[in-house]
């Protein structure tokens, strides 16, 4: 579903303020881009809509994270540091991020001045979305951070739970 809202709201967006109803859906960089994009489209982009048909996804990469918006290289990493860090993360993680891969098929049109739509094309689009969202709460203190030991924190479940779109790569 958020595929489908997202992707029809930047694409029928006329002015950058439309971009307001993502406004914690998106996260504020993301939003800040697409913002961004629509504010410098020409008036031929800006009278294009979209309809999206057919959704095939794929959950590729599920993580959990120490902090929001964290990004590791683990390819990179020296044996050592990916241990580390993995331990770390399963001791006290708090943030989990999922990468879905779209396929979908999509219809752009063009909006004419009198409220009619023209079909200018149908193509299957293939991307890649990290989602992000607190999957618990962690209750740590600073001695048993700065501890040699592995500690297993006290986790409280989020009830609240809302993913957040923080990324979108094309291929």
């Given at each position: 579903?958020?595929?489908?809202?997202i992707?029809h709201?930047?694409?029928?967006?006329?002015?950058?303020?439309?971009?307001?109803?993502?406004?914690?859906i998106?996260?504020?960089?993301?939003?800040?881009?697409m913002?961004?994009s629509v504010s410098?489209?020409?008036?031929?982009?800006r009278?294009?809509?979209?309809e999206v048909?057919?959704i095939y996804?794929?959950?590729i990469?599920?993580k959990?994270?120490?902090?929001?918006?964290e990004k590791?290289?683990?390819?990179?990493m020296?044996?050592?540091d990916?241990?580390?860090?993995r331990?770390?993360?399963l001791?006290?993680?708090?943030w989990?991020?999922?990468k879905?891969r779209?396929l979908?098929?999509?219809?752009?049109?063009?909006?004419?001045?009198s409220?009619s739509r023209t079909?200018?094309?149908?193509?299957?689009n293939?991307?890649?979305?990290?989602f992000q969202?607190?999957?618990?709460?962690v209750?740590t203190?600073?001695t048993q951070?700065?501890?040699?030991e592995?500690?297993?924190?006290?986790r409280v479940?989020?009830?609240?739970l809302?993913?957040?779109?923080i990324a979108i790569?094309y291929?």
């Amino acid at each position: 579903m958020a595929y489908k809202i997202i992707r029809h709201v930047v694409a029928n967006s006329r002015k950058a303020d439309d971009l307001d109803l993502l406004d914690g859906i998106v996260c504020p960089k993301l939003l800040q881009k697409m913002r961004d994009s629509v504010s410098s489209a020409s008036v031929t982009e800006r009278n294009l809509g979209l309809e999206v048909h057919d959704i095939y996804c794929e959950v590729i990469q599920p993580k959990i994270r120490l902090e929001a918006f964290e990004k590791m290289d683990e390819k990179s990493m020296s044996w050592k540091d990916a241990f580390e860090h993995r331990n770390r993360t399963l001791q006290r993680g708090e943030w989990m991020q999922i990468k879905v891969r779209f396929l979908a098929l999509e219809n752009v049109f063009l909006n004419a001045a009198s409220g009619s739509r023209t079909s200018i094309r149908s193509s299957m689009n293939p991307s890649t979305w990290t989602f992000q969202g607190k999957v618990w709460n962690v209750d740590t203190s600073a001695t048993q951070l700065d501890s040699e030991e592995p500690t297993f924190y006290p986790r409280v479940q989020n009830p609240d739970l809302s993913w957040q779109l923080i990324a979108i790569e094309y291929w």
